[in-house]
């Protein structure tokens, strides 16, 4: 069974800097695309990036971009969000989430993590 946990978050002040990781079990990733996401309370889910396995391909948000790098590491299974400059406004949970195909949509991915808090403090 697929499984994808997430870990990295925390409380950190603005303008400094977290790594996120998701571990990757229990299926062959080497076609999937990961991606990330977020979601703060009473707002919709929404995309922050997302890297082919491959790790040729990445796409960001516009709301993140030059700011958030993703990256992954094939021995361990595991795909990182590097998130520098951080913002109060980029308080969220977040996710990793795989897809069959690069994807800023939630709905095309088909596993998810359970998520992991980022509070950035002003």
């Known amino acids: 069974q697929v499984q994808l946990v997430e870990s990295g978050g925390g409380l950190v002040q603005a303008g400094g800097s977290l790594r996120l990781s998701c571990a990757a079990s229990?299926?062959?990733?080497?076609?999937?695309?990961m991606g990330w996401f977020r979601q703060a309370p009473g707002k919709e889910r929404e995309f922050v990036g997302t890297?082919?396995?491959?790790?040729?391909?990445?796409y960001y948000a516009d709301s993140v971009k030059g700011r958030f790098t993703i990256s992954r590491d094939h021995a361990k299974n595991t795909v990182y969000l590097h998130m520098n400059s951080l913002k109060p406004e980029d308080t969220a949970f977040y996710y990793c989430?795989?897809?069959?195909?690069?994807?800023?949509?939630?709905?095309?991915?088909?596993?998810w993590g359970q998520g992991t808090q980022v509070t950035v403090s002003s």
């Open positions: 229990g299926g062959t990733f080497s076609n999937y695309a």
């Open positions: 989430a795989a897809s069959p195909t690069p994807a800023t949509v939630a709905r095309l991915y088909n596993y």
């Open positions: 890297i082919r396995w491959s790790g040729r391909i990445t």
